[in-house]
């Protein structure tokens, strides 16, 4: 896939076929739109063009109060909502000084990590569907229909959740929640198996994604690459572990990291298995705050005005997206001054363009996918 | 019929026609309609059938309403489609836009003319009958290029473009691996090659020799590339070009191209139950005309649809190759390995121009063992799918 495809016949005028691709197209994974140059099959470059799903989030933020942006944040990105709660809770909490219920502590990072197995599922389920096979789709989403099931029981909202409130949590967890959630864990663990059966290591599947697309560590520090994608170049780096948030210090867990095993370290293969890792992960800091979940009140106490000191935080989490920043300025009204929020799709955006070239349609297909952008994140 | 055709002579509706013509006329009148109350059921059926099996493999219900277990859904989604507006973009190229979807039809109802459905349900038996099908079939990909051109859409184009290719290069090996069995069954004529097998497994053309066997399964993987189907249907391949050739169109021309592609599906699995598995061979049980005639029918029948369910199933569980990989696949491995089998076929011939009934039957104990092995490795998937976890089974 090189500059020799590209053939100027003599006397003959050939010209690049410019497509536009989206707002409207199945796997733009929402609204994103790339205005793709091609040489028919082989692409010449695609630009990004984002802001179709803008929804003004972080101006919203100057004109509710404290209390009240936590539900607009649930928006920032709608397949992992738990994260950019707590994001923005942490950034009040450090602002204000409060200490957070240490029960509510344990219940965000349960919530937290559902979440990340259900944005994880939607991840690796949608790369399969952008390949072509729809089964693990559907399968993908059975599963998370589950952790939907479980999230309804634990704060009644299936989506948009507004369960991490400043100071903990809304609703505690009651005993019956965590005996589903060891029920689905025990569950969840084999079907991962059964999935990697029937995608990860099917030679049609490897065949597409190894090689394709590497990302070069050093490429990632440029682009300002995160989360999975990051660690898919073999990085490990993870906030949870390396600014330590929440309780996760008291926890044991592994990074799983990319290791090029079927192709080139960080390609489309590595992404995605760094992600089927994760879920499994996942699993086990689950089960491990289940165990050691202590009692007490799940929320601490905070005035109903809440009102923190003037100054300015910013508040890194580790989302399933990857690094998630809060930067939310006080002026010590009842109204946030400023509520900034970085996010990892838009920064993997970013890197679409100078990777893709050369490469063919159906690669940035699976490159868009393994990157798992995802439009709400990236406009807000 | 014959009496029906002279009154209408007699009382004067073809004046200055020849007898011959009207005839033939009415012959090819009447198998056209038998051909379509056959055919348009039969991809309707294969439609629901998909989408029920599809379902399954994904722990879905699929379409349950309409008529019992939704079998008459195809009729349903038939009605609605006629009833839409069928939009042609104002940009198309009107002619070839409306052209295209009958173009691509015609292409796979051809087909139903040489296919021996019973020793005497056929509507042609041509002495060239598998080069008819090699030509007739073709002419699809003329008009999925028609549809990709006159769309005036970028994304229609290159599914277009995409299928030629596909379609012209997944000819060859297909195209050879029916000449394997052409030379050893010794005619073109779909009958011919299936009275030169017998019932038994063994006597089938499938375990004639290694070659045919390695012919039937280069022909299924050519045949569902030529029939756009996955893990070859990259023309159509909506993650990445919306719908392909069919991005433009709607009602009932969009129908017509899924109607070609599902009963093309039957076409595919009737060509290798003809060619490899004994087509309608039956043990000689009974005399009846009308017995056997049913009997036939009906073991072609279920041989055809086995290969109909395997597409499903493979289907329901690839991933789809690419642009590239597709044509390294066809002209690397395909192409070369259906020239050694018609070269390994010609040898064998030679050395046992009778055949060899003693390879046969150890090759069909082998397609026997891999049978087997293949479906303990699909028990074993079941078994470890088993524990499903539903706390609202009413959803």
Redo the contacts between chains.
């Keep these: 896939m090189d500059e020799t495809l590209h053939t100027e016949g003599e006397g003959f005028h050939t010209e690049d076929m410019t497509i536009s691709m989206g707002p409207q197209h199945p796997s733009t994974h929402g609204v994103l739109r790339f205005v793709v140059k091609t040489d028919g099959e082989v692409m010449r470059e695609a630009i990004p063009d984002v802001g179709y799903l803008h929804r003004s989030i972080e101006k919203i933020g100057e004109k509710v109060t404290w209390h009240g942006y936590v539900p607009y944040t649930d928006r920032a990105d709608y397949l992992a909502a738990m994260f950019a709660n707590q994001g923005f809770c942490m950034a009040a909490e450090k602002l204000a000084g409060i200490e957070v219920a240490r029960r509510g502590e344990f219940c965000r990072v349960i919530a937290c990590e559902l979440n990340r197995i259900a944005s994880h599922l939607i991840a690796v389920g949608t790369f399969g569907q952008d390949i072509g096979a729809i089964t693990p789709f559907i399968h993908a989403l059975r599963e998370r229909e589950t952790i939907n099931d479980l999230m309804e029981e634990i704060c009644g909202a299936r989506l948009t959740y507004n369960y991490i409130r400043i100071g903990g949590v809304g609703y505690d967890i009651t005993p019956g929640t965590c005996d589903r959630i060891t029920q689905f864990l025990d569950h969840f663990e084999p079907i991962v198996d059964e999935y990697n059966r029937l995608l990860s290591y099917n030679k049609i599947f490897i065949e597409r994604l190894a090689h394709v697309t590497p990302i070069t560590r050093e490429d990632a520090f440029q682009y300002n690459i995160v989360g999975p994608n990051l660690r898919a170049c073999g990085l490990k780096w993870d906030i949870r572990r390396d600014i330590p948030y929440s309780v996760y210090p008291e926890l044991e867990f592994n990074i799983p990291v990319g290791t090029g095993e079927k192709g080139t370290l960080g390609d489309c293969y590595d992404r995605y298995m760094v992600r089927m890792e994760e879920m499994q992960e996942s699993c086990k800091i689950l089960r491990q705050c289940l165990k050691t979940l202590p009692k007490g009140p799940a929320i601490a106490k905070v005035a109903r005005k809440f009102k923190p000191p003037a100054g300015e935080v910013y508040i890194r989490i580790e989302s399933a997206r990857g690094d998630m920043g809060f930067y939310v300025v006080s002026d010590g009204s009842e109204y946030p001054y400023r509520v900034r929020i970085r996010t990892g799709s838009f920064t993997a955006m970013s890197i679409i363009d100078k990777i893709s070239r050369g490469i063919m349609v159906a690669d940035l297909v699976a490159l868009i996918a393994s990157l798992d952008v995802d439009a709400p994140e990236i406009d807000r | 019929m014959q009496q029906l055709v002279d009154q209408l002579i007699q009382e004067g509706y073809f004046e200055g026609v020849p007898k011959d013509f009207v005839y033939t006329g009415f012959m090819v009148l009447v198998a056209l309609l038998v051909l379509s109350f056959f055919v348009a059921p039969l991809a309707g059926i294969t439609s629901w059938l998909e989408r029920r099996v ?1 379902a399954r ?4 219900v699929g379409p349950n309403r309409v008529g019992p277990q939704g079998i008459l859904q195809w009729l349903a989604d038939g009605i609605k489609n006629l009833l839409k507006e069928d939009i042609i973009p104002t940009a198309a190229d009107k002619r070839l836009f409306a052209l295209a979807p009958y173009v691509v039809f015609v292409g796979f109802f051809a087909t139903f003319v040489v296919i021996p459905f019973g020793s005497q349900l056929i509507v042609a038996d041509l002495n060239i009958g598998i080069l008819y099908l090699l030509a007739i079939t073709s002419l699809v990909v003329v008009g999925i290029l028609m549809a990709g051109w006159s769309s005036n859409n ?2 229609s184009l ?1 599914g277009g ?2 299928s030629a290719a596909q379609i012209v290069s997944y000819e060859i090996p297909a195209g050879l691996a029916l000449l394997t069995i052409v030379f050893a069954a010794g005619t073109l004529s779909m009958q011919g090659i299936i009275k030169a097998q017998g019932w038994a497994p063994w006597d089938w053309l499938l375990f004639y020799n290694p070659f045919t066997f390695a012919a039937f399964f280069l022909y299924f993987t050519a045949a569902l590339a030529e029939g756009n189907r ?2 070859f ?2 023309p159509e ?6 719908a392909g050739y069919v991005t433009e169109y709607s009602g009932m021309r969009f129908l017509f191209f899924f109607f070609a592609e599902w009963g093309n599906l039957y076409v595919i699995g009737a060509i290798a139950t003809t060619l490899f598995l004994g087509g309608w061979q039956i043990p000689p049980i009974t005399d009846h005309p009308v017995l056997v005639g049913i009997l036939q029918f009906i073991v072609f029948f279920l041989k055809a649809y086995l290969w109909v369910f395997v597409a499903m199933w493979v289907r ?10 597709l044509m390294s696949l066809c002209w690397k491995y395909m192409v070369p390995l259906s020239f050694i089998c018609l070269l390994g076929t010609a040898a064998w011939m030679v050395i046992w121009p009778q055949g060899n009934r003693v390879a046969s039957f150890v090759m069909f104990l082998i397609g026997v063992a891999i049978l087997g092995l293949f479906f303990r490795r699909v028990r074993f ?1 079941i078994r ?2 088993q ?3 539903y ?2 089974p009413y ?1």
């Design positions: 599809w493999i994904q722990s879905r970028k994304w290159l473009m995409r996955t893990p249907d990259i391949a909506e993650s990445e070009l919306v329901g569980t690839l991933p789809r190759v690419r642009v590239d990989q998937q470890h799918a524990p499903v976890l706390w609202k959803i």
